[in-house]
């Protein structure tokens, strides 16, 4: 989402980025598709976009392919343009998601299918440093990459059923955690930084506490399918409530 709930962007397998105006919310969801509610398709990437983050703060969109690239861009202008490019194939291989840190909004924070995490400053245009990512078994890929909204601590999610808790000055892994059956698939962090909501392909929701680590509530919310099931995890910004999306073709709001 964008600024004010005005645009949202989405990244496609076509290896372009749309910019969306979000349409009225009273209009009739059974309407003819309005060809003007696509503001700007933002080109450049060579393959598929994989992962995009926004931050209201410095009005700047991050995006990570499959090329091996993550780009940062000015959605707002008139003709949308990349403002820099960090080639990370040599180094890092693919990135698979990206996030801007709450605490530095010059800084971002990208994962990869290498089990590295690095950070990008952005007004530098180059990368800082490189997270303690990878555990002692080796390497995993790391499906997502989320900041905390107002500590300097970068949470990722890996391939190898564990979340893994970072320290943005240090580099260092403050805790890690074996935190379900399955590939940890997603992660959201309530505004208040109170709360991780992880999501699995074991077909589970998990509700963190962040000052303990410790598991406080559970849901099954999916079922499998081609052995997938949690795909994506929000937080609503300011109400009680949480979402999930899943491999069954389903999207779940819980109260």
């Not at 105006?21 to 450049?44: A, F, Q, R, T, W």
């Not at 800084?107 to 990869?112: G, P, Q, T, W, Y």
């Not at 590939?183 to 959201?188: D, E, F």
Request: aromatic share 6%; glycine share 8%.
């Amino acid at each position: 989402m964008g600024s004010n709930s005005e645009y949202c962007y989405s990244g496609g397998a076509d290896a372009c980025i749309h910019s969306w105006k979000i349409p009225d919310l009273n209009m009739d969801p059974y309407d003819g598709y309005d060809p003007s509610v696509l503001s700007h398709v933002l080109e450049g990437h060579g393959d598929a976009v994989w992962g995009l983050a926004f931050s209201p703060t410095s009005q700047r969109l991050a995006s990570c392919s499959a090329d091996g690239t993550v780009r940062i861009w000015d959605p707002s202008s008139s003709s949308p343009t990349c403002l820099c490019t960090f080639p990370t194939t040599s180094e890092h291989g693919i990135p698979t998601s990206v996030a801007f840190t709450s605490t530095e909004p010059a800084h971002i924070v990208a994962s990869f299918r290498s089990g590295d995490t690095v950070l990008y400053d952005l007004e530098a245009g180059s990368a800082l440093l490189t997270l303690e990512s990878r555990g002692s078994s080796g390497p995993t890929q790391i499906n997502q990459v989320v900041s905390h909204p107002n500590r300097p601590l970068t949470i990722t999610a890996h391939d190898d059923r564990g979340i893994r808790f970072l320290d943005n000055r240090t580099g260092k892994s403050v805790h890690s955690m074996v935190a379900h059956l399955d590939a940890v698939t997603c992660l959201a962090v309530d505004p208040n930084g109170v709360f991780l909501m992880s999501g699995s392909h074991d077909c589970s929701l998990r509700l963190w506490s962040l000052d303990n680590k410790t598991c406080v509530q559970e849901i099954t919310a999916h079922r499998k399918k081609h052995e997938e099931a949690i795909h994506a995890v929000a937080c609503h910004p300011s109400k009680a409530l949480i979402a999930s999306a899943g491999a069954d073709a389903l999207a779940k709001v819980f109260v």
